[in-house]
């Protein structure tokens, strides 16, 4: 069974800081194939802005590499609608749209660590329900 997943960034950051943590797992699913990452270009366009800030001392090829993994194993929706007034943060709000058009047509979830930040909604997960999720399928 696929499962579908949009990664908010604040996941990538923190599973690049420890790929043993539990955002790591996540992460890990979706360079083993477990999780199909939906996307969009506004999404990979955050994906690169955050990672790439000079705080997280992240390499360039390490982010590099990150990217073209999800990139490649990735789904694009490109036709969503953000006017998602209930996410406060607009920058958040592309997170949830894309999140909202793979669910017309897959069963498919938020994983974030901010879930405040979003309707509650249980398809909106934080990664330690995503990755107990991914252990349940199995």
């Known amino acids: 069974m696929m ?3 949009v990664i908010d960034t604040n996941v990538l950051v923190s599973s690049l800081l ?25 999404i990979v366009n955050e994906y690169r802005d955050v990672l790439a800030r000079e705080k997280f001392h992240f390499p360039i090829k390490l982010v ?4 073209q993994r999800i990139t490649a194993s990735g789904l694009y929706i490109s036709t969503y609608v953000e006017q998602y007034q209930e996410v406060s943060d607009p920058k958040d709000r592309c997170f949830y749209a894309v999140t ?4 017309e047509v897959f069963d498919s979830m938020l994983v974030t660590g901010n879930s405040r930040h979003f309707p509650n909604k249980p398809f909106v997960v934080t990664p ?9 399928e199995k």
Not at 18 to 42: A, F, H, W
Not at 100 to 103: I, Q
């Open 100 to 103: 909202m058009a793979g669910r």
């Open 3 to 5: 499962i579908y997943a």
């Open 18 to 42: 420890n790929m043993q943590s539990i955002p790591g797992q996540v992460l890990q699913s979706v360079i083993l194939g477990e999780t199909i990452p939906l996307l969009s270009e506004e």
């Open 128 to 136: 330690a329900q995503f990755v107990f999720f991914l252990q349940s």
């Open 64 to 67: 590099d590499v990150v990217l």
